[in-house]
Nanobody, 126 residues
């Protein structure tokens, strides 16, 4: 059984930083691309970043480019999202997801990701 568990969310002031982690069990993570999605209150879920199976290819949506950094450690079956210079608009539930294939294929589509975590909440106060 595949389990995806996010952690690292919390409350922070604008301009601050958080680092999200996502641990996956029950799956050989090194074969799959992975992504981070978020859903703000009253808005649709959006894909914000993904990383290919080997970590050498990444994608960022424009709103987080230059502020967020995605990385992975396949040996630890863990995905990370370093979030710097956080803005009020970054307030959302953040979800980690495992892609069905090895490569990111932006734009990110939820249907391409087969395993999801329960999410971790990020609240940025202005």
């Amino acid at each position: 059984q595949v389990q995806v568990v996010e952690s690292g969310g919390g409350s922070v002031q604008a301009g601050g930083s958080l680092r999200l982690s996502c641990t996956v069990s029950g799956l050989r993570l090194g074969n799959y691309a992975m992504g981070w999605f978020r859903q703000a209150p009253g808005k649709e879920r959006e894909g914000i970043s993904c990383i290919a199976w080997h970590g050498g290819s990444t994608y960022y949506t424009d709103s987080v480019k230059g502020r967020f950094t995605i990385s992975r450690d396949n040996a630890k079956s863990t995905l990370y999202l370093q979030m710097n210079t956080l803005e009020f608009e970054d307030t959302a539930m953040y979800y980690c997801a495992v892609h069905s294939g090895s490569w990111c294929d932006p734009p990110m589509r939820s249907s391409d990701y087969h395993y999801w975590g329960q999410g971790t909440r990020v609240t940025v106060s202005s």
